[in-house]
C-alpha cells in the first residue's frame, strides 16, 4: 500500500487513530503507536494542559513544526507554581521532623539530668527510679517539688 500523502512512497505504518496508510516520512510514532501527523496534533492538544507530552519526551521529526505544546498559558501558571509550594512545603516537613527530634532529645537529656541531679543519690539505678516513677508518681513529684 502506498502513503496517503505521499503516492509514489510505500506506507510502512498506519495510524492507530484513524487508520492512515503512512509512510516512513509521515508516520510519527508517540508513546511507541503510530500517528499520522493530524491525530499527533490532536493527541498533544488534548494532552498538553495536563502534562508536555510530544515535543520533549518523543523528537519528532525535523520539518513537522506544526506539532507544539499548545497549552494554555493559565494552565502553566499553576503548574510552574504548584511544583516549587511542594518541594517548599516537603522541606518544612523535613525541617519539622527534625526540630521535633533535636526537641525530644533535648527533653530526654534534661529529664536524664533531673535523674542524676536529683533521682540518683537518694533512688539508686535508673530502673529503681522507673518502677517509682509507674508504681507510685505522686512520691516523686512531691520529693522534686518539696
Ligand atoms: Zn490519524
Ligand atoms: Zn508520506
Known amino acids: 500500500m502506498k502513503c496517503e500523502n505521499h503516492p509514489d512512497k510505500e506506507g510502512v505504518a498506519a495510524c492507530v487513530s484513524c487508520g492512515k496508510i503512512l509512510c516512513a516520512d509521515c508516520r510519527l510514532k508517540l508513546v511507541g503507536k503510530n500517528y499520522c ?3 499527533a496534533d490532536d493527541l498533544v492538544t488534548l494532552y498538553s494542559d495536563k502534562k508536555e507530552v510530544a515535543s520533549e519526551s518523543k523528537p519528532i521529526k525535523a520539518g513537522y513544526g506544526k506539532v507544539k505544546p499548545q497549552s494554555s498559558p493559565a494552565m502553566d501558571n499553576s503548574y510552574e507554581k504548584a511544583r516549587p509550594v511542594k518541594k517548599d512545603s516537603s522541606n518544612r516537613f523535613l525541617l519539622f521532623c527534625l526540630i521535633f527530634l ?5 527533653i530526654a537529656l534534661g529529664l536524664y539530668i533531673i535523674y542524676l541531679l536529683y533521682l540518683a543519690p537518694f533512688y539508686g539505678d535508673l530502673s529503681n527510679v522507673i518502677n517509682i516513677l509507674l508504681t507510685d508518681p505522686q512520691r516523686i513529684i512531691n520529693f522534686l517539688i518539696g
Do not use: D, G
Open 37 to 39: 501527523q493530524e491525530c
Open 102 to 106: 533535636v526537641v525530644l532529645f533535648f
